[in-house]
């Protein structure tokens, strides 16, 4: 098989960092070995530069919330040219920890940027290019939250309120329930839970993938 481009997507906490682990464990099991992991905004020095200016900002000056997508943007348009693309033309797999979808449903749903700029943005930057199968882990905010409490100082997303992550949620749902690419994991379940949705999701895929 060639390289396939697989997302982890959910909002904070859900299980992301661990389930590309286990996204990892299955694929090597499979027998593919040669997987690149990424993770968004970031993955690059530049892009890592650009993460941290997102995430932080810069002392008391307010960010913009077309700046900040667009910051989002050069991250990720610098990641997708200079690693992921490139990864997947040599037959690597990748295995990332957010994408695009992300921004349609942080900066689109969550701040109330006009859809039709991120469509614009998303197709002038992106083009066709698109993640084979995206994982999406459901999770209420505040189960989210609870579990990533312990970690101290917030960031600038995680200082949002409450219907913020209420609209992000809607979105992803609504994505994943119109996109065939898209499954949908109940994160809120115990771990082993959780690991057996997922072996089950991506195994019945990989299948697929052989039989085309
Ligand atoms: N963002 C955006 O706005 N627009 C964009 O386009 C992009 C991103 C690409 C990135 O932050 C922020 O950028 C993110 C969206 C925004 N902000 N928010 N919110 P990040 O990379 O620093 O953080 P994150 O992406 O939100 O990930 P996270 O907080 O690290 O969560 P996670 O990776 O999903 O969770 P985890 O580290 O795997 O697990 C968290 C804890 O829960 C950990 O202690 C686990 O042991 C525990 N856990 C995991 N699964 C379970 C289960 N099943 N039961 C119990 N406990 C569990």
């Not at 909002?11 to 590309?20: F, I, R, S, W, Y």
């Not at 990641?79 to 295995?95: D, H, N, S």
């Not at 349609?104 to 859809?115: L, N, S």
Request: glycine share 8%; proline share 3%; net charge neutral.
């Amino acid at each position: 098989m060639n390289g396939k481009f697989i997302v982890i997507e959910g909002l904070e906490g859900a299980g992301k960092t661990t389930a590309c682990k286990i996204v990892e464990k299955i694929l090597r099991e499979h027998g593919i070995d040669n997987i690149v992991f990424t993770r968004e905004p970031g993955g690059t020095p530049i892009s890592e530069k650009l993460r941290d200016l997102f995430k932080r900002g810069v002392g008391q000056e307010r960010l913009n919330i077309k700046a900040e997508l667009l910051i989002l943007y050069a991250a990720r348009v610098q990641l997708v040219e200079t690693v992921i693309k490139p990864a997947l033309k040599r037959g690597m797999w990748v295995i990332g920890d957010r994408h695009d979808l992300s921004s349609q449903a942080y900066q689109g749903a969550g701040r109330k940027i006009d859809p039709q700029l991120i469509l614009l943005l998303r197709n002038m930057i992106l083009g066709d290019f698109s993640p084979d199968l995206t994982l999406y882990l459901d999770i209420p905010h505040l189960i989210g939250l609870k579990r990533v409490n312990a970690r101290g100082e917030l960031d600038r997303i995680e200082q949002e309120v409450s219907s913020f992550f209420t609209r992000t949620r809607a979105c992803y749902l609504e994505a994943a329930a119109l996109d065939a690419s898209i499954m949908t994991i109940d994160a809120t379940e115990p771990f082993e839970k959780v690991t057996e949705s997922i072996y089950s999701c991506v195994s019945r895929w990989l299948q697929q993938q052989k039989d085309m």
